[in-house]
């Protein structure tokens, strides 16, 4: 990793992930459902890089907040996150045993806690967000409304059953056009971290003009991300990434580098990280956030 | 059905079912990934009794608001109890083929979509409360947040995890106590239907004192309403329910004529509904609610 970015990472991950993951569990203790319970905290506690949240984090910062502001929302995010994921290993979806080296969660708790835990973590992310009494009436009510979108048929859930609804016509022979694998991305991933950027925004009472940017910025991140996703899966090893790889050629998905190839992909990614960060640039505190950026861009897991 | 409650719920229904259902399908329409729009639409479409979304409607109208100002409010209960439904019926839940005489969601879409489709009804309820402009923001945001404790871990979902989680205790002959059943209708039936109460006390402006009578007469009406679901299932034919029957007792699930014996179920009936009748009569038009009361103890599916 570049050195003048890899410090700025680690020092924001050191400084927010402990804040973000003390609150991350903490609403989820004392349940009269313990079983349901235990599965929600195990897949939060599984880990991961935390991207969303912290990118809202940094998001409220870019504003001059203090990360604080924003991180009912972060948790939300995280929340939303974590249940896409639950859902998305289920047999009748990706089919996935591993997941950040550990059994998902339907191998650890059965299939059917696994679906309450996903319905649980969905639901609890408003109740989270909803009831954060720092956060003024406004920006909560506000807020909550660009996660339910991003979060929706329009953004995400509509993402995850079109890339599904690909998978059965490419087994079945059909041609797929780069145009329709966009969509599908920028529902399916771009559309929460778009949320992530906008929410951190929306916490820290962001002009419409400044919100604008950092949903720009986030859905150019989002494009990044999943073009990276795409690359790692077809070039790296499964002990690098912590589940399983080359699963997306194995079932037929379409990706970024069977469309364009490895070298045509990189230039996709680099095209959506200078963009990012062009949008990023205008924010009255940039820095993290344009690290960031190129963090995502260079990750290798 | 008694002539007296039996014209009074036959109006409500044909006054608010209308105005419910042109709702109910509005936003579900020109979306990105037609697939899962699809199958939302279509589980919607099979119909029911739309009893959350009447009780919230006429607990409107008991505080003499027009039913109108609570028609978000009801159309997010309906998203949320038909998600439910869609995750239940799956082949890792009750594994049920059969909902209101159609063929169940998974059947009809596969797995895959089905799962997401209930992600997406339940996301969607809140877009839809979130965003009715027409109700002033203080009540939506409330109204919001009340809707998602009633429906996550620490309600329905955490019902419905104890439920699973005790027909495996049930299959290795573990013993069950009346408490422990009452706990899980509680979260599982009861919270969803108290809160459709509560949603039409907070659209309508209800002071704290109506809010808590709306609260405790739903949650009576849950009990009511779980008590005569389960002396249906043991008395009742497929064809009257348009479901399988007598599955409770196959699935070795602890029901209450299972625990009180059917007349002893009967008299338990009986008390809740007259708890909620005596909840109801405070408030300023019970009439409605009083006779829906009547009603759910009553039905015959």
Redesign the interface.
């Known amino acids: 990793m570049n050195p003048d970015f890899s410090t700025q990472v680690r020092q924001d991950l050191d400084r927010l992930v402990p804040l973000l993951e003390a609150r991350l569990l903490k609403a ?1 203790h004392d ?3 313990p ?3 235990e599965a ?1 905290r195990y897949s939060l506690e599984a880990g991961g890089k935390r991207v969303r949240p912290v990118l809202c984090l940094l998001a409220a910062e870019a504003l001059g907040s203090p990360p604080e502001i924003a991180l009912a929302c972060a948790t939300a995010l995280e929340y939303i996150h974590t ?1 896409s994921l639950i ?1 998305d290993d ?1 047999p ?2 990706d089919d996935d045993a591993l997941r950040r080296g550990k059994p998902t969660c ?1 191998v650890a708790f ?4 696994a ?2 835990a ?3 973590l ?3 992310a ?2 989270v967000l ?2 954060d009494e720092t956060l003024p ?2 920006r ?2 506000l807020a ?2 660009i996660l ?2 991003a ?4 953004g995400m ?6 890339d ?2 690909g998978e059965e016509r490419t087994r079945s022979g059909q041609a797929y056009a780069l145009e329709h694998l966009q ?1 599908i991305h920028r ?1 399916k991933t771009g559309a929460l971290l778009r949320a992530a950027l906008e929410l951190g925004g929306v916490a820290a009472g962001a002009s419409q003009e400044q919100r604008a940017r950092l949903r720009e910025a986030g859905a150019a991140l989002g494009l990044a991300f999943q073009i990276q996703d795409d690359i790692l899966d077809a070039t790296s090893t499964a002990e690098q990434m912590g589940k399983r790889v080359g699963k997306d050629e194995g079932q037929g998905k379409i990706t970024y580098p069977l469309l364009l190839g490895l070298d045509g992909a990189r230039t996709a990614l680099q095209e959506a990280t200078a963009r990012a960060i062009e949008h990023l640039q205008s924010l009255p505190h940039p820095c993290s956030l344009m690290a960031w950026a190129r963090f995502l861009a260079e990750r290798k897991a």
């Open positions: 989820l349940g009269e459902a079983r349901v319970g929600m249940y859902h289920l009748a979806m339907h059965g299939e059917g806690q679906i309450l996903g319905d649980g969905l639901t609890e408003f109740t909803l009831g009436a406004d909560r009510l909550a409304r339910a979108e979060a929706g048929w329009h859930v509509g993402g995850q059953s079109l599904l609804a969509l529902l």
